[in-house]
T-cell receptor
Framework: DQQVKQNSPSLSVQEGRISILNCDYT??????FLWYKKYPAEGPTFLIS?????DKNEDGRFTVFLNKSAKHLSLHIVPSQPGDSAVYFC??????????FGAGTILRVKS | EAGVTQFPSHSVIEKGQTVTLRCDPI?????LYWYRRVMGKEIKFLLH????????ESGMPNNRFLAERTGGTYSTLKVQPAELEDSGVYFC??????????????FGPGTRLTVL
């Protein structure tokens, strides 16, 4: 039973436009959410996070939005760059240091 | 500073054989984690060490998997005997502190295990 779902396996965006990656979760006990980025043959790299007490966190071109009532979060990348092409994983803290990940969304930014 | 390293990068074995994966965390990181990603699906937590102690092993699939971290430095994950469904990419991660909110988990490049 998948508790974190990324329903879009892939997304293609033109360079300079906005990329929006979505994530839904089912466990209302999750209190901290993270996005990781993964290039081929590398491990996931932490990108940005948000606590469940906030609804937005911004870091440069990356913004994460959290809608607790809908159990939905999204990652916005503006403007998108070709170097942003990667697999993006949404993750949530279940308890302690245990992370629950989604299956990932492949982002392709076309130049 | 060296990142998390994993060895081997790839392993191909036959069903019933034994394989041992190794992870070297970032120096000074007391927390070490193992994860697995099967065939493009979600990355699943396997277990968490704090130094040499298993803090949480709730994600270990079954008793064919044995993780150790003798001396609290590097860790090994042994699969014996391997089954077809064990194929996937095994990631190791480490963090300095034990709090996700104040500390980041740094991932290694993974070991791709193929069981034939």
């Amino acid at each position: 039973d998948q508790q974190v779902k990324q329903n879009s396996p892939s997304l293609s965006v033109q360079e300079g436009r906005i990329s929006i990656l979505n994530c839904d979760y089912t466990n209302s006990m999750f209190d901290y959410f993270l996005w990781y980025k993964k290039y081929p043959a590398e491990g996931p790299t932490f990108l940005i996070s948000i606590s469940s007490i906030k609804d937005k966190n911004e870091d440069g071109r990356f913004t994460v939005f959290l809608n607790k009532s809908a159990k939905h979060l999204s990652l916005h990348i503006v403007p998108s760059q070709p170097g942003d092409s990667a697999v993006y994983f949404c993750a949530a803290r279940e308890y302690g240091n245990k992370l629950v990940f989604g299956a990932g969304t492949i982002l392709r930014v076309k130049s | 500073e060296a990142g998390v390293t994993q060895f081997p990068s790839h392993s191909v074995i036959e069903k019933g054989q034994t394989v041992t994966l190794r992870c070297d965390p970032i120096s000074g990181h007391d927390n070490l984690y193992w994860y697995r990603r099967v065939m493009g699906k979600e990355i699943k937590f396997l277990l968490h060490f704090v130094k040499e102690s298993k803090q949480d092993e709730s994600g270990m699939p079954n008793n064919r998997f044995l993780a150790e971290r003798t001396g609290g430095t590097y860790s090994t994950l042994k699969v014996q005997p391997a089954e077809l469904e064990d194929s996937g990419v095994y990631f190791c991660a480490s963090s300095q502190q034990g709090d996700l909110i104040t500390d980041t988990q740094y991932f290694g490049p993974g070991t791709r295990l193929t069981v034939l």
